[in-house]
Nanobody
Framework: VQLQASGGGLVQPGESLRLSCAAS????????MGWYRQSPGKQRELVAV??????NYADFVKGRFTISRDLAKNTVSLQMTSLKPEDTAVYYC???????????????WGQGTQVTVSS
C-alpha cells in the first residue's frame, strides 16, 4: 500500500492551495483519511480527518480548510484558503485502512508535501 501526496508549494498569505493524496495497492477497506502537518521544531499535529461521512478539523484551520474524499478513487484532498504564514509546514496524508487479506486496520502515511506561506 502506498499513499502519494501532491499539491504543495509556495504561496502568499491569503492565497489558496489544494493538496491531494491517493492511496493505492491491495486495499480492502478505508476507515479514515486525513492530514497532519509538522513545522520545524514542532510536533506533528492533526489538521483534518474524514471518516464515516463526517469531517473533523483542528481549531486553527476551521473555516479555512476543507477536507474531501473520493471513496471510489481512494483519494483525499485538502482545500486550504486564507493561508497564513503559520500554516507553513510539511503536510502528511494518512489513511487508516485494511489491506486485502488482513483482519486489522493500520495507519499508512504519505511522503509529505511542503507548504510555504510567505510574502
Amino acid at each position: 500500500v502506498q499513499l502519494q501526496a501532491s499539491g504543495g508549494g509556495l504561496v502568499q498569505p491569503g492565497e489558496s492551495l489544494r493538496l491531494s493524496c491517493a492511496a493505492s495497492g491491495s486495499i480492502f477497506s478505508i476507515n479514515a483519511m486525513g492530514w497532519y502537518r509538522q513545522s520545524p521544531g514542532k510536533q506533528r499535529e492533526l489538521v483534518a480527518v474524514s471518516s464515516g461521512g463526517s469531517a473533523n478539523y483542528a481549531d486553527f484551520v476551521k473555516g479555512r480548510f476543507t477536507i474531501s474524499r473520493d471513496l471510489a478513487k481512494n483519494t483525499v484532498s485538502l482545500q486550504m484558503t486564507s493561508l497564513k504564514p503559520e500554516d507553513t509546514a510539511v503536510y502528511y496524508c494518512f489513511a487508516n485502512l485494511q489491506r486485502t487479506g488482513s483482519t486489522v486496520y493500520r495507519y499508512y502515511w504519505g511522503q509529505g508535501t511542503q507548504v510555504t506561506v510567505s510574502s
